[in-house]
């Protein structure tokens, strides 16, 4: 680090946090990239699969840490949050939960979002059935499920879309945008370790607005033969050692029912704790729902001083976290350029 | 015919796949799976009023693969093979060549068509298909609506036809029949057709 030249702080070492150090760092700032974890890579380093390419994540996030790593600019912190924010003229008295002080010249939040708590619908059973997991947990279970023998294998899984999100009675009435696709992206890797599996997919609708994600989902559902059924389930009960899910197949207009052995549920991603605690702490702006929201006219920046990128601000996929990193990163470099 | 009643009970899906999806793969190379449900096949077809299931929910009961539903429903006999669903269809799938693979199993599995004499017409025709390699329409009217007891249906119409020369009594024949007729000896035997 080098005392001379100013310095950004970055929170969050997730796909967005990440790509902003690195590049803050590049410029020839220094940037000091916070983490509450004991590494780096936040969401991204829990997953199994990521879409629409099947590039494994772990790869990914890797070639991110050593980027960030190599750079002599960047300091990462692990273990390591905010405590308190003391805001000077054209800058900010930080002290850190290792009780370091430290004086910054412009903060990027990038912290994330949190999951909706399943345990609002208790209808799916999260928690009371056995077998019935969230979309995180699953990517978990796919890893396990490598080592498995193959009669252990579930045989009928079924994913369970806008589980709270589009939902106004729980207050999250918009579109969590990414769970289409890693649902997709979920059934499709349990078909691949299991090709006997059959999977099916409850939707309202599926959203894959992005470049390659029709042809993804299209895939998944032609060549990885995924079966998806359109209507939200509307209950689980146990039943002779089976899941059964009753819902309507609002395609022909009928009752349907299907006995699982796996439900999978994609709850809706909402803004994390610490988002909002930041963002107080601050003095970024946010939105109805928590997440962090920005200046009009200026994309990437909350408050004075204040940017913020990826899931603090809308649930985002890891290549939309990166592209946000980057651009949070250039409005910091623009900002400390005119100092 | 399909009734409510075929409607009143819960619907178990247990397959991702059907055996009727795979045989429409294989016979109609259409793969169901490419369907969008967008509907705009039902939009556009020239009978879905008078459809007891449109052609959208049709895919949909393939892929469920309700089967016994789909040999009795009344659409398989008010379709008159327009083409629009699969002008129009983005996933070009072939809506009237399944329509004519259900029909065609129906029969052979002896489901009577929901609308008179459609047997009927349909053993006429290609009777005369196999004797004159073609469909001579005089004749084949004639013997349609005597068989079916409609003796005066197309009396005026065909007179006036006849008088200006539209309608020919006497059946042509293609050159070749004899080519026709290897052709209906290599079809494996089965009821008439």
Known sequence: MNNSVKTALIIGGGMAGMEAASKIGSAGYNAILLEKEDHLGGIMKQLYGSFPRWDNPQELVGQKVKIVEENPNVTVKINTTVKSVQKKDESFLVELSSNEQVEIDAVVLATGFGFFDTSEYGEYGHGSFDNVYTALEFEGKLKEMESWDKKDLPQVVAFFKCVGSRDRSKGYPYCSKICCMFTAKEAGLM???????????????????????????????????????????????????????????????????????????????????????LAQLFGAKTDQYGFIDYIPGHPTQTGDRVFFAGGCGFPVESLGAQYQGAAAAADVIALLNQD | MLNTEDFYHVWRIDQTSSLLREEIKEYCHTNIEMCLECGKCSGGCSNAHIFDITPRKIIQLIKIGEEAKLLKMDALWSCVACQLCVDRCPS??????????????????????????????????????????????????????????????????????????????????????????????????????
């Open chain 1, 191 to 277: 078909k691949d370790i299991n090709p006997d599996a059959k999977c099916f997919v409850f939707y309202m609708d599926y959203r894959a607005a992005g470049k390659e994600y029709e042809e993804f989902v299209r895939s998944v559902i032609e060549d990885k033969h995924v079966r998806y059924v359109r209507g939200r389930p509307a209950k689980v009960l146990p039943e002779n050692g089976k899941l059964m899910i009753r819902a309507e197949d609002t395609l022909m207009g009928v009752p349907v029912e299907v006995a699982a052995d796996m439900i999978v549920l994609a709850n809706a991603m909402i803004p994390s704790e610490a988002t909002k605690e």
């Open chain 2, 92 to 193: 070009s799938i072939n809506i009237p060549r399944i329509m004519d693979y259900l029909r065609e199993k129906a029969y052979k599995q002896n489901i009577p068509s929901t609308r008179p004499n459609v047997e009927l017409f349909h053993e006429l025709m290609l009777g005369n298909i196999k004797k004159f390699g073609r469909v001579p329409e005089a004749l084949l009217s004639v013997e349609f609506n005597i068989k079916s007891k409609q003796y005066t249906k197309d009396a005026e119409m065909g007179m006036k036809m006849f008088f200006k020369g539209k309608l020919n009594p006497i059946p042509a024949r293609v050159k070749d029949i004899q080519m026709v007729r290897r052709m209906f000896r290599n079809i494996p035997a089965q009821r008439e057709g």
